[in-house]
Protein backbone atom coordinates (compact mmCIF):
# COMPACT_ATOMS: atom_id res chain seq x y z
CA UNK A 1 0.00 0.00 0.00
CA UNK A 2 1.43 3.25 -0.83
CA UNK A 3 2.12 5.64 1.81
CA UNK A 4 1.25 8.52 -0.77
CA UNK A 5 -2.32 9.02 -2.21
CA UNK A 6 -3.11 7.94 -5.49
CA UNK A 7 -4.68 11.58 -6.20
CA UNK A 8 -1.23 12.71 -5.79
CA UNK A 9 0.78 10.50 -7.49
CA UNK A 10 -1.35 11.24 -10.70
CA UNK A 11 -0.71 14.49 -10.85
CA UNK A 12 2.97 13.81 -10.10
CA UNK A 13 3.03 12.42 -13.41
CA UNK A 14 0.70 14.53 -15.46
CA UNK A 15 2.26 14.05 -18.93
CA UNK A 16 2.72 11.39 -21.38
CA UNK A 17 6.66 10.36 -20.93
CA UNK A 18 6.90 7.71 -23.58
CA UNK A 19 9.38 8.57 -25.56
CA UNK A 20 9.64 8.16 -29.19
CA UNK A 21 12.35 7.71 -31.75
CA UNK A 22 12.94 11.49 -33.05
CA UNK A 23 12.98 13.07 -29.72
CA UNK A 24 15.91 9.97 -28.57
CA UNK A 25 17.71 11.68 -31.05
CA UNK A 26 16.82 15.07 -29.80
CA UNK A 27 18.08 14.34 -26.66
CA UNK A 28 21.11 12.66 -27.62
CA UNK A 29 22.21 15.70 -29.73
CA UNK A 30 21.50 18.20 -26.89
CA UNK A 31 23.83 16.00 -24.73
CA UNK A 32 26.54 15.73 -27.29
CA UNK A 33 25.82 19.42 -28.16
CA UNK A 34 26.76 20.52 -24.64
CA UNK A 35 29.65 18.11 -24.28
CA UNK A 36 30.96 19.92 -27.31
CA UNK A 37 30.31 23.15 -26.42
CA UNK A 38 31.81 22.69 -23.10
CA UNK A 39 35.03 21.45 -24.51
CA UNK A 40 35.22 24.27 -26.57
CA UNK A 41 34.26 27.10 -24.32
CA UNK A 42 36.80 25.70 -21.41
CA UNK A 43 39.43 27.28 -23.85
CA UNK A 44 38.27 30.65 -23.24
CA UNK A 45 36.55 30.50 -19.93
CA UNK A 46 37.76 29.33 -16.40
CA UNK A 47 35.78 27.13 -14.17
CA UNK A 48 33.21 26.31 -16.91
CA UNK A 49 31.60 23.52 -15.33
CA UNK A 50 30.44 26.04 -12.57
CA UNK A 51 29.35 28.79 -14.79
CA UNK A 52 27.61 26.22 -16.55
CA UNK A 53 25.75 25.07 -13.04
CA UNK A 54 25.07 28.64 -12.52
CA UNK A 55 23.24 29.11 -15.39
CA UNK A 56 21.69 25.73 -14.74
CA UNK A 57 19.83 26.59 -11.48
CA UNK A 58 18.73 29.89 -12.92
CA UNK A 59 17.13 28.08 -15.67
CA UNK A 60 15.74 25.06 -13.66
CA UNK A 61 14.58 27.69 -11.00
CA UNK A 62 12.62 29.50 -14.13
CA UNK A 63 10.91 25.79 -15.28
CA UNK A 64 10.21 24.80 -12.15
CA UNK A 65 8.35 28.19 -11.33
CA UNK A 66 6.61 28.54 -14.58
CA UNK A 67 6.00 24.60 -15.11
CA UNK A 68 1.74 25.18 -15.13
CA UNK A 69 2.55 26.80 -18.13
CA UNK A 70 3.15 24.54 -20.69
CA UNK A 71 3.52 20.30 -20.61
CA UNK A 72 6.69 18.67 -21.69
CA UNK A 73 5.86 15.37 -23.05
CA UNK A 74 7.62 12.42 -24.81
CA UNK A 75 11.18 12.85 -23.15
CA UNK A 76 11.08 9.41 -21.00
CA UNK A 77 10.99 8.91 -17.93
CA UNK A 78 14.73 9.36 -17.50
CA UNK A 79 14.87 12.89 -18.45
CA UNK A 80 11.78 14.13 -15.61
CA UNK A 81 13.21 15.73 -12.46
CA UNK A 82 10.09 16.96 -11.07
CA UNK A 83 6.05 16.69 -12.67
CA UNK A 84 7.11 17.72 -16.40
CA UNK A 85 10.26 19.45 -15.85
CA UNK A 86 13.15 17.92 -17.28
CA UNK A 87 16.68 18.00 -17.02
CA UNK A 88 17.13 17.62 -20.75
CA UNK A 89 15.84 20.41 -21.57
CA UNK A 90 17.21 22.81 -18.75
CA UNK A 91 20.64 21.55 -20.17
CA UNK A 92 19.46 22.77 -23.30
CA UNK A 93 18.23 26.23 -22.66
CA UNK A 94 21.52 26.05 -20.16
CA UNK A 95 24.11 25.72 -22.58
CA UNK A 96 22.26 27.96 -25.35
CA UNK A 97 22.72 30.79 -22.71
CA UNK A 98 26.20 30.20 -21.37
CA UNK A 99 27.18 29.55 -25.16
CA UNK A 100 26.03 33.24 -26.03
CA UNK A 101 27.47 35.23 -23.13
CA UNK A 102 30.49 34.03 -23.16
CA UNK A 103 31.13 34.41 -27.00
CA UNK A 104 29.74 38.05 -26.63
CA UNK A 105 32.09 38.59 -23.61
CA UNK A 106 35.06 37.13 -25.89
CA UNK A 107 34.28 38.85 -29.42
CA UNK A 108 33.02 42.42 -28.51
CA UNK A 109 34.68 43.23 -25.05
CA UNK A 110 34.72 47.01 -26.03
CA UNK A 111 31.05 46.88 -25.43
CA UNK A 112 30.11 48.56 -22.09
CA UNK A 113 28.04 45.89 -19.72
CA UNK A 114 24.40 47.42 -20.82
CA UNK A 115 25.35 47.21 -24.67
CA UNK A 116 26.58 43.60 -24.17
CA UNK A 117 23.77 42.35 -22.45
CA UNK A 118 21.18 43.84 -25.43
CA UNK A 119 23.32 41.58 -27.51
CA UNK A 120 23.10 38.66 -25.23
CA UNK A 121 19.27 39.02 -25.81
CA UNK A 122 18.97 39.61 -28.96
CA UNK A 123 20.72 36.53 -30.13
CA UNK A 124 19.18 34.46 -27.61
CA UNK A 125 15.73 35.30 -28.90
CA UNK A 126 16.31 34.24 -32.30
CA UNK A 127 18.21 30.83 -30.90
CA UNK A 128 15.84 30.26 -28.24
CA UNK A 129 13.10 30.75 -30.59
CA UNK A 130 14.53 28.03 -32.91
CA UNK A 131 14.75 26.00 -30.33
CA UNK A 132 11.04 26.36 -29.17
CA UNK A 133 9.88 25.61 -32.72
CA UNK A 134 11.91 22.32 -32.23
CA UNK A 135 10.36 21.34 -29.31
CA UNK A 136 7.21 22.23 -30.27
CA UNK A 137 7.31 20.68 -33.70
CA UNK A 138 8.59 17.67 -32.35
CA UNK A 139 5.06 17.41 -29.82
CA UNK A 140 7.38 17.77 -26.75
CA UNK A 141 6.44 21.33 -25.46
CA UNK A 142 2.04 21.94 -25.78
CA UNK A 143 1.04 25.08 -23.81
CA UNK A 144 -1.31 25.07 -20.84
CA UNK A 145 -5.24 25.97 -21.72
CA UNK A 146 -4.20 29.36 -19.82
CA UNK A 147 -1.49 29.74 -21.96
CA UNK A 148 -3.26 29.23 -25.31
CA UNK A 149 -6.02 31.53 -24.48
CA UNK A 150 -3.62 34.35 -24.05
CA UNK A 151 -1.71 33.17 -26.84
CA UNK A 152 -5.25 33.43 -29.03
CA UNK A 153 -4.02 32.08 -31.78
CA UNK A 154 -1.31 34.39 -32.83
CA UNK A 155 1.71 32.53 -33.90
CA UNK A 156 4.83 33.49 -35.58
CA UNK A 157 4.65 31.32 -39.64
CA UNK A 158 6.54 28.82 -40.30
CA UNK A 159 8.40 28.60 -36.26
CA UNK A 160 4.89 27.89 -35.40
CA UNK A 161 5.55 29.33 -31.85
CA UNK A 162 3.49 31.64 -29.95
CA UNK A 163 3.90 35.51 -31.26
CA UNK A 164 4.14 36.25 -27.31
CA UNK A 165 7.60 34.45 -27.20
CA UNK A 166 9.36 37.57 -28.46
CA UNK A 167 8.18 39.17 -25.27
CA UNK A 168 8.61 35.87 -23.28
CA UNK A 169 12.27 35.01 -24.20
CA UNK A 170 13.77 38.72 -23.51
CA UNK A 171 12.67 38.01 -19.83
CA UNK A 172 13.28 34.34 -19.42
CA UNK A 173 16.93 35.24 -20.64
CA UNK A 174 17.22 38.12 -18.40
CA UNK A 175 16.00 36.56 -14.99
CA UNK A 176 18.36 34.22 -16.14
CA UNK A 177 21.69 36.11 -17.16
CA UNK A 178 20.97 38.10 -14.26
CA UNK A 179 21.04 35.62 -11.53
CA UNK A 180 24.03 34.26 -13.40
CA UNK A 181 25.84 37.44 -13.55
CA UNK A 182 25.48 38.25 -10.08
CA UNK A 183 26.73 34.63 -8.88
CA UNK A 184 29.39 35.06 -11.22
CA UNK A 185 30.70 37.69 -9.23
CA UNK A 186 31.09 35.83 -6.35
CA UNK A 187 32.72 32.31 -8.58
CA UNK A 188 35.30 34.97 -9.93
CA UNK A 189 35.96 36.70 -6.35
CA UNK A 190 35.64 40.17 -8.27
CA UNK A 191 35.82 43.32 -6.48
CA UNK A 192 32.90 44.70 -5.74
CA UNK A 193 32.96 48.50 -4.12
CA UNK A 194 29.97 48.67 -0.48
CA UNK A 195 28.36 51.67 -1.72
CA UNK A 196 26.56 52.89 1.57
CA UNK A 197 24.62 55.91 -0.10
CA UNK A 198 21.17 54.10 -0.72
CA UNK A 199 19.88 55.10 -4.06
CA UNK A 200 16.67 54.28 -3.17
CA UNK A 201 14.35 56.13 -6.12
CA UNK A 202 16.85 54.09 -8.68
CA UNK A 203 16.38 50.83 -7.00
CA UNK A 204 12.76 51.22 -6.53
CA UNK A 205 12.46 51.32 -10.27
CA UNK A 206 14.68 48.50 -10.61
CA UNK A 207 12.45 46.45 -8.41
CA UNK A 208 9.25 47.88 -9.80
CA UNK A 209 10.29 46.87 -13.96
CA UNK A 210 11.52 43.39 -12.54
CA UNK A 211 8.30 42.71 -11.06
CA UNK A 212 5.92 43.98 -13.23
CA UNK A 213 8.16 42.45 -16.53
CA UNK A 214 7.95 39.14 -14.62
CA UNK A 215 4.27 39.33 -13.87
CA UNK A 216 3.22 39.92 -17.01
CA UNK A 217 4.95 36.67 -18.43
CA UNK A 218 3.52 34.51 -15.56
CA UNK A 219 0.31 36.15 -16.64
CA UNK A 220 -1.65 32.48 -17.05
CA UNK A 221 -0.98 31.40 -14.03
CA UNK A 222 -2.96 33.62 -11.74
CA UNK A 223 -5.66 35.87 -11.21
CA UNK A 224 -5.77 38.85 -9.23
CA UNK A 225 -9.25 39.16 -7.77
CA UNK A 226 -11.53 41.77 -5.80
CA UNK A 227 -8.93 44.55 -6.53
CA UNK A 228 -10.04 48.29 -7.09
CA UNK A 229 -10.54 48.62 -10.86
CA UNK A 230 -8.28 51.48 -11.17
CA UNK A 231 -5.48 49.22 -10.17
CA UNK A 232 -5.45 46.95 -13.20
CA UNK A 233 -3.36 47.90 -16.29
CA UNK A 234 -2.97 45.07 -18.63
CA UNK A 235 -5.63 42.12 -17.66
CA UNK A 236 -5.89 41.14 -14.33
CA UNK A 237 -2.29 42.52 -13.38
CA UNK A 238 -2.84 44.94 -11.05
CA UNK A 239 -0.46 47.90 -9.68
CA UNK A 240 -1.71 47.12 -6.15
CA UNK A 241 -0.68 43.45 -5.80
CA UNK A 242 2.41 43.93 -7.93
CA UNK A 243 3.26 46.85 -5.68
CA UNK A 244 3.38 45.01 -2.53
CA UNK A 245 5.93 42.69 -4.26
CA UNK A 246 7.85 45.73 -5.11
CA UNK A 247 8.01 47.53 -1.87
CA UNK A 248 8.97 44.17 -0.12
CA UNK A 249 12.04 43.47 -2.79
CA UNK A 250 12.78 47.01 -2.21
CA UNK A 251 12.64 47.29 1.47
CA UNK A 252 14.72 44.10 1.97
CA UNK A 253 16.86 44.59 -0.29
CA UNK A 254 17.83 48.08 1.23
CA UNK A 255 17.60 47.05 4.91
CA UNK A 256 20.33 44.58 4.41
CA UNK A 257 22.14 47.00 2.57
CA UNK A 258 21.77 49.73 5.21
CA UNK A 259 22.64 47.65 8.10
CA UNK A 260 25.13 44.68 6.26
CA UNK A 261 27.15 46.20 3.80
CA UNK A 262 30.07 45.17 5.28
CA UNK A 263 29.27 41.40 4.60
CA UNK A 264 29.97 39.66 0.80
CA UNK A 265 27.90 39.44 -2.13
CA UNK A 266 26.88 35.85 -1.14
CA UNK A 267 25.93 36.17 2.46
CA UNK A 268 23.62 39.31 1.59
CA UNK A 269 21.76 37.42 -0.91
CA UNK A 270 20.70 35.07 1.47
CA UNK A 271 19.95 38.39 4.13
CA UNK A 272 17.74 39.53 0.96
CA UNK A 273 16.47 36.22 0.66
CA UNK A 274 15.04 35.60 4.47
CA UNK A 275 14.00 38.68 4.55
CA UNK A 276 11.69 39.24 1.38
CA UNK A 277 10.54 35.82 2.05
CA UNK A 278 9.27 35.84 5.82
CA UNK A 279 7.80 39.10 4.71
CA UNK A 280 5.91 38.08 1.72
CA UNK A 281 4.68 34.73 2.60
CA UNK A 282 2.17 35.55 5.01
CA UNK A 283 1.25 38.44 2.60
CA UNK A 284 0.81 35.99 0.12
CA UNK A 285 -1.37 33.95 2.66
CA UNK A 286 -3.95 36.70 3.24
CA UNK A 287 -4.19 36.94 -0.24
CA UNK A 288 -5.03 33.41 -1.32
CA UNK A 289 -7.41 32.87 1.27
CA UNK A 290 -9.22 36.04 1.03
CA UNK A 291 -9.29 35.64 -2.80
CA UNK A 292 -7.61 38.15 -3.86
CA UNK A 293 -5.25 35.53 -5.21
CA UNK A 294 -6.75 32.77 -7.45
CA UNK A 295 -4.71 30.47 -9.29
CA UNK A 296 -5.53 28.56 -12.36
CA UNK A 297 -6.54 25.21 -13.01
CA UNK A 298 -3.55 24.52 -14.56
CA UNK A 299 -1.15 25.35 -11.39
CA UNK A 300 -3.71 23.82 -9.14
CA UNK A 301 -3.50 20.26 -11.06
CA UNK A 302 0.16 20.87 -10.21
CA UNK A 303 -0.77 21.38 -6.32
CA UNK A 304 0.67 17.92 -4.47
CA UNK A 305 -2.42 18.74 -1.69
CA UNK A 306 0.03 19.47 0.80
CA UNK A 307 -0.07 22.63 2.76
CA UNK A 308 2.18 25.16 4.89
CA UNK A 309 1.05 24.89 8.48
CA UNK A 310 -0.78 27.26 10.28
CA UNK A 311 -0.90 29.83 6.96
CA UNK A 312 -2.82 27.53 4.34
CA UNK A 313 -1.12 27.92 1.81
CA UNK A 314 0.05 25.20 -1.10
CA UNK A 315 3.72 23.96 0.10
CA UNK A 316 4.57 24.68 -3.63
CA UNK A 317 3.68 28.10 -3.21
CA UNK A 318 5.37 28.17 -0.23
CA UNK A 319 8.28 27.21 -2.54
CA UNK A 320 7.85 29.53 -5.00
CA UNK A 321 7.99 32.53 -3.34
CA UNK A 322 11.86 32.35 -2.38
CA UNK A 323 12.09 31.07 -6.03
CA UNK A 324 10.67 34.04 -7.84
CA UNK A 325 12.60 36.57 -5.23
CA UNK A 326 15.96 34.61 -5.90
CA UNK A 327 15.47 35.75 -9.92
CA UNK A 328 14.19 39.37 -9.62
CA UNK A 329 16.63 40.50 -6.54
CA UNK A 330 19.74 38.80 -8.20
CA UNK A 331 18.69 40.72 -11.64
CA UNK A 332 18.45 43.75 -9.48
CA UNK A 333 21.08 43.61 -7.68
CA UNK A 334 23.44 42.99 -10.66
CA UNK A 335 22.29 46.20 -12.31
CA UNK A 336 22.75 48.01 -8.95
CA UNK A 337 26.26 46.85 -8.65
CA UNK A 338 26.91 47.39 -12.23
CA UNK A 339 25.92 51.01 -11.84
CA UNK A 340 27.65 51.77 -8.54
CA UNK A 341 30.65 50.03 -9.74
CA UNK A 342 30.44 52.23 -13.31
CA UNK A 343 31.23 48.83 -14.93
Request: hydrophobic share 55%; glycine share 4%; with cysteine.
Amino acid sequence: MSLIPTDILVKACNCDKTPTIPIVVFEVFILLGTAVALKILSKYQPNILKKFFLVAIGVFIFEFFTSPMWINSHLGPWAYVYQDVSWVLTVGWTTLILSTIIVVDKFLPQLNELKRFVVYLIFLTILVMLLESLVVNLSIRTYAPETLQLINGLYIPILNVPLQILYYVPVFTSLVIGFYKYWNLVLDNKAVVPVKSNKWLRNLIFSFLAVIFFELMIDPMVVNAKLPGWSYFYRDISIVMSGVWVIVIWLATSIVDRFFIQLDLSKRFLLYLLGATVIMLPIESWFINNGYRVYGSSAVANFTGFKVIGLNVPIEVAFAVPLYMALVISLIRYWQITLDNHQ
